[in-house]
């Protein structure tokens, strides 16, 4: 009997847990202005009052996005509107060429590793994310939807930031 009583506990504080956690992620995705907001080489995140510009970026299951080369100036906050119109999860993480690589191999380890980020967007099928992110610096930055196999088969994309073009 209290092995019965035992098992019931950790199923029914199993369950709170996970209900616990999968509303926190949910709202974490929900929320991206609050969170805090830390410099990049490739930017901040943006304040969605402070957008001057929307750009729409499709997400094929051919592994391709839409536009692949994106130009901002520098200090442009952007809203990335990112749509997914596979069948196939898909993301859309921005960062350099270096960091996206490191990031693409932990995924690969730990494929189901949640993580949320200002500079990232997870997008279901037929459904549409946004990231605002404000350029503060310039150069070439990349972006990339880092699932296992979308990245190695090239869903990648070059964000081109344009200096003292304020």
């Excluded at 504080?13 to 992620?25: D, E, I, K, M, Q």
């Excluded at 980020?117 to 350029?135: D, L």
Aim: proline share 4%.
């Amino acid at each position: 009997m209290t092995k019965k009583i035992l098992i019931s506990l950790l199923v029914c504080f199993s369950l709170g847990a996970t209900t616990l956690a999968v509303r926190a992620h949910q709202q974490s995705h929900k929320n991206h202005d609050a969170m805090p907001k830390e410099q990049k080489e490739w930017g901040i995140g943006g304040d969605a009052k402070a957008v001057t510009r929307t750009i729409e970026v499709t997400m094929l299951d051919t592994m391709r996005f839409m536009p692949a080369q994106i130009t901002v100036k520098q200090g442009e906050t952007v809203r990335l509107r990112v749509k997914n119109v596979g069948k196939v999860m898909h993301e859309l993480v921005i960062g350099t060429k270096q960091e996206l690589d490191v990031h693409a191999e932990m995924m690969k380890k730990h494929p189901n590793m949640e993580h949320d980020e200002p500079y990232m967007a997870h997008v279901s099928p037929g459904k549409s994310a946004e990231i605002i992110w404000n350029f503060n610096r310039a150069g070439d930055f990349d972006f990339a939807c880092l699932l296992p196999g979308h990245y190695e088969a090239g869903m990648v994309g070059k964000i081109t930031v344009i200096a003292g073009a304020k």
